[in-house]
């Protein structure tokens, strides 16, 4: 019998198994709140950076640094 892996344990190994649950069609056993949360993180973290790169271009185009 296979141990999960634990999303607190092993950030990388849980992605890996959690992608390939999703590609088996395994959504029973999807740890769907952790999953939740690492979506809603990266949604997050890509609005600061396009904001930040945003930031960055209208400075350079206007001379502001």
Do not use: C, F, P
């Not at 990388?12 to 390939?20: G, P, R």
């Not at 999953?35 to 001379?63: F, H, P």
Request: a negative charge; hydrophobic letters at 35%; charged letters at 30%.
């Amino acid at each position: 019998m296979l141990q999960k892996i634990g999303y607190e344990t092993d950030l990388n190994l849980w992605l890996e198994e959690t992608s390939a649950q999703l590609k088996r069609g395994d959504l029973q056993n999807i740890d769907i709140e952790h999953l939740v949360d690492e979506l809603e993180g990266l949604a997050g973290r890509d609005k600061r950076e396009l904001k930040s790169r945003l930031i960055v271009l209208y400075r350079s185009a206007y001379g502001y640094i």
